[in-house]
């Protein structure tokens, strides 16, 4: 084995400890107070906007916000009568978009309605149906006979049964 020499104890040396500023006193917390739930919010988030500006046909309007949907289009037809002699699915409500116009369908028109800023420009477009087919007629709604057989004999027929009776004939 392999003495070691003893160890000597080292001499201690004192901690100094600089403290910048006034020396700090022990503080207690207050009392929090007690937690008391948060009651609901009656409604919705934001206070409905309550004047819009409707634009249609080059033209525009203020008006009270209606509150639903239905409303809003029958505010729009007072505003322009001649929309009266459309139906109102026809009748469609549009609010601008980031680059475009986005349609408002009936059952959004509610949550639009509270994150609208007032006085939002609401388009109103109207969808035309196509117009009724046109036929050949005379004046009195018969069918003229002349125009049709000539587009008989310009037209023939390709059907299977034309064959078989083209053929027999």
């Not at 070691?4 to 104890?9: D, K």
């Not at 006085?119 to 109207?126: K, R």
């Not at 125009?147 to 004999?153: G, P, Q, R, T, V």
Request: aromatic share 8%; hydrophobic share 35%; net charge negative.
């Amino acid at each position: 084995m392999v003495d070691t020499p003893p160890q000597t104890p080292r001499p201690s040396m004192p901690v100094v400890v600089e403290v910048f500023g006034p020396t700090p006193s022990p503080v207690t917390p207050a009392p929090l107070p007690p937690v008391q739930p948060i009651p609901p919010i009656p409604g919705p988030l934001f206070d409905p906007v309550d004047v819009l500006t409707f634009h249609y046909n080059k033209n525009m309007a203020y008006a009270p916000a209606a509150k639903t949907y239905d409303e809003a289009i029958d505010t729009v037809r007072e505003l322009w009568p001649e929309l009266c002699e459309f139906d109102r699915d026809q009748i469609s409500l549009h609010v601008g978009g980031s680059d475009q116009l986005v349609r408002v369908p009936k059952m959004a028109w509610q949550i639009i309605l509270g994150d609208v800023p007032r006085y939002e420009v609401v388009h109103v477009h109207v969808n035309e149906l196509p117009p009724p087919p046109q036929y050949q007629g005379d004046e009195k709604g018969k069918v003229n006979e002349k125009a049709e057989s000539e587009a008989d004999k310009a037209r023939p027929s390709r059907g299977f049964f034309s064959r078989i009776f083209k053929s027999k004939a």
